[in-house]
C-alpha cells in the first residue's frame, strides 16, 4: 500500500451535513518525482466506488465515512465525503475547521505495467487501485511511507538472495528518496522510532549487499 497527500481548505467542510468535500489527489509532481497522470483513477471510480469498496478514513487506520461522489477534473480527482454521526466525527470535524488537520491522502496499489520510470528519474503513475483515503494531521511525503520503502526493500533482499541484481539505477534512486523524504518529514514519536529503525537497518542491509555494483550507478 502506497499513500500520497495534498492539503485541503477548511471552507470545504459543512457542518450541518456532515459533509467534507476536497481534492483527494491532484495530478501535479510531488517532493519525490511521482506524477500522477489523469485517467489514473478512473477504473477505481467506475467500479470500486460505486460497490462501497472505497473507504473514508481517519489517519489512514478509523473508518469516518463513505463517498458520495468521486470525479476526476482538470486538477486532479474531487471527492465528497459523507461523514457517520457519530462522536467521533464530530470531534473530528471540529479539528478540521481548527486546521489541526489539514490534508487528506490516499492509500492505494500500483498496477502491474501501469508506471514507469522517465529519463530524470520520475515515476509516472497511470493507473492505481484506490481503496481508501484519509484525512491526516501530517500528511507523509507522496511515497515516503513505511509500507512502501519496505516493500522495496524486501524486493531488493529477495533479488539479491537469488543471486540477482537490480540493474534500473532509478528504483534504487527511488528507494533513497523516499527513506530520505521519510525521516524528513515525519513528526518524531515513540511508535515512529519504533518503525522507522527496523527498516533502516533493513535498509543498511540492503545497501551493504548492493557492495561494488553501487559504485557504478549515476544518479542524474
Given at each position: 500500500?502506497?499513500?500520497?497527500?495534498?492539503?485541503?481548505?477548511?471552507e470545504?467542510?459543512?457542518?450541518?451535513?456532515?459533509?467534507?468535500?476536497?481534492?483527494?489527489?491532484?495530478?501535479?509532481?510531488?517532493?519525490?518525482?511521482d506524477?500522477?497522470?489523469?485517467?489514473?483513477?478512473?477504473?477505481?471510480?467506475?467500479?470500486?466506488?460505486?460497490?462501497?469498496?472505497?473507504?473514508?478514513?481517519?489517519?489512514?487506520?478509523?473508518?469516518?465515512?463513505?463517498?458520495?461522489?468521486?470525479?476526476?477534473?482538470?486538477?486532479?480527482?474531487?471527492?465528497?465525503?459523507?461523514?457517520?454521526?457519530?462522536?467521533?466525527?464530530?470531534?473530528?470535524?471540529?479539528?478540521?475547521?481548527?486546521?489541526?488537520?489539514?490534508?487528506?491522502?490516499?492509500?492505494?496499489?500500483?498496477?502491474?505495467?501501469?508506471?514507469?520510470?522517465?529519463?530524470?528519474?520520475?515515476?509516472?503513475?497511470?493507473?492505481?487501485?484506490?481503496?481508501?483515503?484519509?484525512?491526516?494531521?501530517?500528511?507523509?511525503?507522496?511515497?515516503?511511507?513505511?509500507?512502501?520503502?519496505?516493500?522495496?526493500?524486501?524486493?531488493?533482499?529477495?533479488?539479491?538472495?537469488?543471486?540477482?541484481?537490480?540493474?534500473?539505477s532509478n528504483?534504487?534512486?527511488?528507494?533513497?528518496?523516499?527513506?530520505?523524504?521519510?525521516?524528513?518529514?515525519?513528526?518524531?514519536?515513540?511508535?515512529?522510532?519504533?518503525?522507522?529503525?527496523?527498516?533502516?537497518?533493513?535498509?543498511?542491509?540492503?545497501?551493504?549487499?548492493?557492495?561494488?555494483?553501487?559504485?557504478?550507478?549515476?544518479?542524474?
Amino acid at each position: 500500500m502506497e499513500y500520497k497527500s495534498i492539503e485541503f481548505k477548511a471552507e470545504e467542510i459543512d457542518v450541518s451535513k456532515m459533509e467534507v468535500s476536497g481534492y483527494i489527489s491532484t495530478w501535479d509532481e510531488d517532493l519525490v518525482g511521482d506524477i500522477i497522470h489523469p485517467g489514473a483513477f478512473k477504473k477505481s471510480i467506475s467500479e470500486a466506488f460505486p460497490r462501497g469498496k472505497v473507504k473514508a478514513l481517519w489517519e489512514h487506520s478509523l473508518p469516518m465515512g463513505m463517498p458520495l461522489h468521486m470525479a476526476e477534473d482538470s486538477k486532479g480527482t474531487f471527492a465528497v465525503t459523507k461523514l457517520s454521526n457519530t462522536v467521533e466525527n464530530v470531534a473530528r470535524i471540529e479539528y478540521m475547521k481548527d486546521g489541526v488537520v489539514d490534508s487528506q491522502s490516499i492509500g492505494f496499489n500500483l498496477v502491474k505495467g501501469k508506471y514507469d520510470f522517465d529519463e530524470h528519474g520520475r515515476r509516472n503513475i497511470y493507473e492505481v487501485k484506490l481503496s481508501e483515503y484519509s484525512a491526516v494531521m501530517f500528511p507523509a511525503n507522496p511515497n515516503a511511507t513505511l509500507d512502501n520503502i519496505k516493500s522495496l526493500t524486501t524486493q531488493f533482499l529477495v533479488e539479491q538472495s537469488k543471486g540477482l541484481h537490480i540493474t534500473d539505477s532509478n528504483e534504487l534512486k527511488y528507494l533513497f528518496d523516499s527513506l530520505k523524504a521519510l525521516i524528513q518529514t515525519d513528526e518524531p514519536s515513540i511508535d515512529t522510532h519504533n518503525e522507522v529503525k527496523p527498516l533502516i537497518d533493513e535498509c543498511t542491509v540492503a545497501l551493504k549487499s548492493l557492495g561494488d555494483f553501487a559504485k557504478t550507478i549515476k544518479f542524474k
